[in-house]
């Protein structure tokens, strides 16, 4: 099993950034996914989560507006398109397979905004 996220780097306030989340080794289209993420001396929070089958989503109140979160079943991909990036956005966001209660974590990929 593998979760393998991608994307994340340095930009500007304002800027954009479309994270991935590459799945391998189990049903992918099975599992709902979220994107979490996490700062230093603070835990870890959910951001956004999809369904399955993709047909529903839903967001953590900070990111409403600014982030999407998709996935492509055919491709075990997960996204998360990040617009007007904000300086408290700046983390190491994580992806997450859950499905009956358990689930799997990727390796995380570190998120930038500064000016």
């Known amino acids: 099993v593998q979760l393998v996220e991608s994307g994340g780097g340095l930009v500007q306030p304002g800027g954009s950034l479309r994270l991935s989340c590459a799945a391998s080794g189990f049903a992918f289209s099975r599992y709902d996914m979220r994107w979490y993420r996490q700062v230093p001396g603070k835990e870890r929070e959910l951001v956004a989560g999809i369904t399955n089958s993709g047909t529903s989503t839903n967001y953590k109140e900070f990111v409403k507006g600014r982030f999407t979160i998709s996935r492509d079943n055919a491709n075990n991909t997960m996204y998360l398109q990040m617009n007007s990036l904000k300086y408290e956005d700046t983390a190491v966001y994580y992806c997450?397979?859950?499905?009956w209660g358990g689930g799997y974590w990727g390796q995380g990929t570190q998120v930038i905004v500064s000016s």
């Open positions: 997450f397979a859950v499905r």
